[in-house]
């Protein structure tokens, strides 16, 4: 990622503001509900998504290239070391020293083959032209995406609509998905209906009336 000029932080970003509690997460978790208006996250809002054990992305600026940092922590947000065994170094009396960036969306102009422009350089500099892009996304984290936390929060939208800012599909695509409706219907046979009606509206009703009739001759 020389080339695009992206850096990746060694640390690991902390959330000490305590807001991870409210979903069920701890401090290495970090919570992102700062959304700009990337087109990745513009459409979220003060929606949140989660980053568990995410690195800061960092862009350096180089010619050509466009990058824009995204996914922004709260400012309560620090960054900590991992040492060589496994351990996480924290000082609990440091100052927090937030807003990191937990990813980059990188664009720079390619020329295109089929262009009439392509000979003359000059003209291909003046913007009169629609260029094709290169783009990268670089997210601190993959584990966000993965099979427990895709569906919680925004983390599948954020990795949904960063491919398709990627296959620069238009701004449109690029939005909250629906939650898929789950069919949660019990499949029965007619003999297994017929049994739960049996057992609902007769053997159920008797057992109960056989304790109460029970309970009612050992008080006495």
């Given at each position: 990622?020389?080339?695009?000029?992206?850096?990746?932080?060694?640390?690991?970003?902390?959330?000490?503001?305590?807001?991870?509690?409210?979903?069920?997460?701890?401090?290495?978790?970090?919570?992102v509900s700062?959304?700009?208006?990337?087109?990745?996250?513009?459409a979220f809002g003060e929606g949140r998504s989660f980053f568990p054990l995410a690195r800061s992305v960092e862009t350096q600026?180089?010619?050509?290239?466009?990058?824009?940092?995204f996914l922004l922590t709260n400012a309560q947000s620090r960054a900590e070391v991992i040492s060589d065994d496994g351990n996480l170094?924290?000082?609990?009396?440091?100052?927090?020293?937030?807003?990191?960036?937990?990813?980059a969306a990188l664009s720079r102009p390619l020329?295109?083959?089929s262009s009439p422009n392509q000979a003359n350089p000059e003209e291909l500099d003046t913007g009169e032209t629609d260029s094709p892009e290169a783009r990268l996304v670089v997210i601190g984290n993959s584990s966000f995406a993965a099979d427990g936390a895709f569906e919680q929060q925004l983390?599948?939208?954020?990795?949904?609509?960063?491919?398709?800012?990627?296959g620069q599909e238009g701004d449109?695509?690029?939005?909250?998905r629906p939650k898929t409706m789950t069919d949660r219907r019990i499949q029965m046979t007619a003999q297994q209906a017929w049994g739960l009606g049996i057992f609902s509206l007769l053997i159920l009703p008797a057992t109960g009336l056989a304790l109460a009739i029970l309970m009612a001759l050992r008080r006495r």
């Open positions: 990622m020389d080339e695009w000029g992206v850096v990746l932080d060694e640390r690991i970003v902390l959330d000490t503001s305590g807001a991870g509690q409210f979903v069920g997460l701890g401090p290495a978790a970090p919570i700062d959304n700009d208006d990337h087109p990745i996250t513009q600026e180089l010619p050509d290239i466009t990058s824009t940092p170094t924290f000082d609990p009396e440091a100052p927090p020293d937030g807003p990191y960036a937990l990813g020329a295109d083959p983390n599948g939208d954020v990795f949904l609509n960063a491919v398709s800012w990627l449109a695509t690029l939005s909250i």
